[in-house]
């Protein structure tokens, strides 16, 4: 995550992991806040754009999914996309500049009220003004909360301002590294990850097992050809230090956690079984595909021979669900709830939750996703499976253009919630987790096909595909204008 630019940035990224002790040594339990956050993030935005407000609480998740949308907002806001000369040149570069401002200002925000040492809070409740930290563990806001490393990797987008770049580089590495920490420490044993009571089921493997990312991502780097240029201007020693894990430690984890996968894995069906059958919900495939790509990848850059074998293994049926899952995909998306069979995927559920199939998306194509591959890494679908390139490519299109079509009113706000039969709208509000992710998976996932382009190259293509990028382009800085309209 922390990249060099210069020999100050060295130097810091040596005294902060160095530093960390003070962190670690934090009590892990919810703290009472007699104090509010800077920001309120609504949890839905009602029809004339003012905020709504559910049972007094403020979610974790529409905090993260805001965070993101601005992250995006502000990396592809540089002069070849978003403020390219052909679109809105107003953005580049001080306006992407002053996101990526707001973007540091909400980490600390979410930092100190809903982080205690990885341990996240889903919600604050407001009682008497005081702001108290739920007690509840829910490992499904993990996945995508650690997804916030993505504006390390696309720090050098701001290189114009050197004093920016570096704290990009330094101020979020707390926030990003003691999720996985945590998971690591407390909800792992014998290769399972487990919820806070014990249990073990599709969930639990999933979520956890993609809450790793930010961590595992920090090693790949670290270890891959060029990662001496970010992660590598740390020793091994200091980066485990603050990490909490060392590459072997790591390792230990990766390797029980495919034992178990193997032995979980149902052949006939493509999907794994943890005990509780072999009906997913929509966002654990997505984080197990997610979770899974670190966990081939490490296997594969650290271990041994047996190790290369096991990732080869974990790669093949990451590759067998994808391809049982994307049959059942309509334009207007997938159903949140799937039933792997012997006789092939079929719904398990009439409903298209948003939020869940933009993630689902964005773990497949938003950072360090299924398709990223470079030297040093696997390189499992560059060198056996490039068909796999195309799926995500026509997936996308048709997802982004399926969006365009049924999951935006004449007001450009989107919907919750569509019908999976028809894609008619079951629930027309618009939530701000969902919004955040559309805007997030649609900017890291529009040049995956050809439907799409970036403004740069909008003379160069068809008419059509200007239009239509063009029209993407609005509507993801339309629903940030109501986003933004209510903090």
């Avoid at 207007?332 to 799937?338: D, H, K, Q, V």
């Avoid at 939750?353 to 030297?375: S, T």
């Avoid at 382009?453 to 629903?479: G, I, Q």
Wanted: charged share 25%; net charge negative.
């Amino acid at each position: 995550m922390m990249k060099n630019t210069n020999s100050f940035t060295i130097i810091l990224a040596a005294v902060l992991a160095l530093s960390c002790t003070g962190d670690a040594d934090r009590s892990s339990e919810p703290e009472e806040r007699t104090d509010a956050p800077e920001y309120f993030v609504p949890h839905a935005i009602n029809v004339d754009g003012g905020p709504e407000f559910d049972q007094n609480r403020l979610y974790l998740n529409d905090y993260s999914n805001l965070l993101h949308a601005i992250s995006i907002i502000a990396t592809v806001s540089r002069d070849s996309e978003y403020g390219n000369e052909a679109y809105r040149p107003d953005l580049y570069p001080d306006a992407m500049n002053d996101r990526a401002r707001q973007w540091l200002s909400m980490v600390s925000q979410i930092d100190r009220f809903f982080n205690a040492d990885g341990r996240i809070t889903p919600w604050l409740e407001q009682q008497a003004g005081v702001y108290n930290a739920s007690d509840e563990t829910n490992l499904s806001v993990y996945p995508h909360l650690v997804y916030a490393y993505h504006i390390h990797h696309r720090s050098g987008r701001f290189e114009d301002d050197e004093v920016l770049n570096n704290r990009l580089n330094r101020e979020a590495t707390r926030y990003l590294a003691t999720p996985g920490r945590y998971l690591m420490n407390e909800h792992y044993r014998d290769g399972h990850f487990h919820h806070v009571d014990g249990t073990v089921d599709h969930k639990s493997m999933s979520y956890a097992l993609a809450g790793l990312h930010a961590n595992a991502y920090a090693w790949v780097v670290w270890k891959k050809p060029g990662g001496q240029d970010n992660m590598g201007v740390l020793s091994k020693e200091a980066l485990a230090h603050y990490m909490g894990h060392t590459p072997e430690q790591m390792l230990k984890i990766y390797r029980a956690t495919a034992q178990i996968l193997d032995e979980s894995w149902d052949e006939s069906r493509s999907i794994y079984d943890f005990g509780d059958g072999t009906t997913w919900h929509l966002d654990a495939i997505g984080a197990m595909i997610r979770g899974k790509k670190a966990l081939y990848d490490f296997l594969y850059m650290f271990g041994d021979d047996d190790d290369s074998e096991a990732s080869q293994q974990v790669f093949d049926r990451t590759a067998s669900m994808l391809e049982a899952v994307v049959p059942l995909a309509e334009p207007w998306g997938l159903p949140e709830m799937i039933e792997f069979t012997q006789n092939g995927t079929r719904t398990a559920s009439d409903t298209v939750n948003l939020y869940d199939w933009y993630q689902f998306l964005n773990h497949l194509g938003g950072g360090y996703g299924l398709d990223r591959e470079r030297e040093g890494m696997s390189m499992y679908i560059s060198n056996t499976r490039e068909d796999l390139f195309d799926l995500i490519g026509e997936l996308s299109d048709n997802a982004l253009l399926g969006a365009l079509e049924y999951h935006l009113d004449g007001q450009s706000r989107i919907f919750t919630s569509v019908n999976y039969t028809d894609g008619s709208v079951d629930d027309d509000r618009l939530t701000v987790s969902t919004a955040g992710m559309f805007i997030t998976m649609a900017g890291n996932l529009y040049r995956k096909g050809s439907a799409f382009d970036r403004a740069s190259d909008w003379d160069n293509v068809p008419d059509h595909v200007t239009e239509r990028s063009r029209r993407l382009y609005d509507a993801k800085f339309n629903l940030l204008e109501y986003l933004e309209g209510v903090l």
